[in-house]
């Protein structure tokens, strides 16, 4: 590890400095002072132009200048380090080894930015120049299509919008090609949790409604009856009707009559978990009923719950105390999950959101609960 010199500007004071990328950390040495290693896992963006390379930490900006001609050389080996850390932290990190490229992004009607991305079987881990590692969700992606004429690859969204990628220097058929195979796998992955689950749909029926309720997706269940009839009393026949909450499923759907029942689930370690969220009025009971030992979750908001429910069903490490428990709390044993509790935009939503737990005893006690204030 071989020291090299800059300037540091952090907290109102420029000073000589000399740095060192170890596999966790940028060490940095000033001229007068304590040294600091700056953690990668913690850092929340990384910016900067030409000469100057920036870290934002929360609301601190560390800003490394007079790099000489090692600027590009560090912002890329941090860049390339700092993602993995960041992606493990935020606990995003999926199976295998990702797929790394960068080159612009554009999201909806934006100007394109640069960015760095890990690709994984279940999702896009973008890190746009200056921000922060966040999840494009495959199961949030429509389509995804390519536009010749401008050499750009682009990820239609569930519900709107569209995500760009373009300057893939030289990869983008590669890229295309990756992100076509992964979005085609978490098809594949549905129409066989369907089969499984659904038997007694028709064939037909059944692959037309796999390709549209993919794993982390919530639908009402006036939506999967109308993508495939008699999906809805399939659900609660062959599907709910073995699961460890199968009893609160029925009563949530009752306590829903007046609103909106959601369907969802996800498929970690090889087995499908069964989630309804139930709608009334601004309240939204979240219940996995696969899990018997897991509590329902009160939820306020309007229309935009299922959709950040559904990102939590996506993320590959699914944490009960990261929704629930306050910052404080989250240490000890369970700090691995206070960044993705501070950092992750759909989990911080979720956590402004939530409004208690209902813990299971005895069914009259949660029947009751279920109103309470």
Known sequence: MTARTCTVAAGGHDLAATWALTADSLLLTPSAGAARAVLLRDIEGIGGDDGSIELTLGPERITLSRLGAEATALRDDLVAAWLPARAAALR?????QP???????????KAPVPFAALLYPHAVLLAPQGSDLSPLFLAEVEALTFDADRWVIMAQLWGCGTVSFGKLGGRTDEIREALTAARAALAEDAAATLARWLPTLPTAARGTLASRWLPGRFLPLADLEAQAP??????????????????????LQEWAAAGTVFAGYTTRAGSAELWLLARRDQLHLLECLSREDWATYRLAGGKEVPELAGRLLCAPQFSREALYLPLEELSGERGDYAVAARSLPFLRELRQRFRGRIIHREMAAWRAALDAP
Do not use: D, K, M, N
Request: charged share 15%; glycine share 14%.
């Open 99 to 109: 797929v790394r490229f960068s080159g612009t992004v554009a999201f909806r009607e």
């Open 92 to 96: 995003l990190a999926g199976e295998g």
């Open 230 to 251: 008699g999906a809805a009393a399939a659900l609660f026949t062959t599907w709910v009707a073995p699961q460890p909450r199968a009893a609160q499923g029925t009563a």
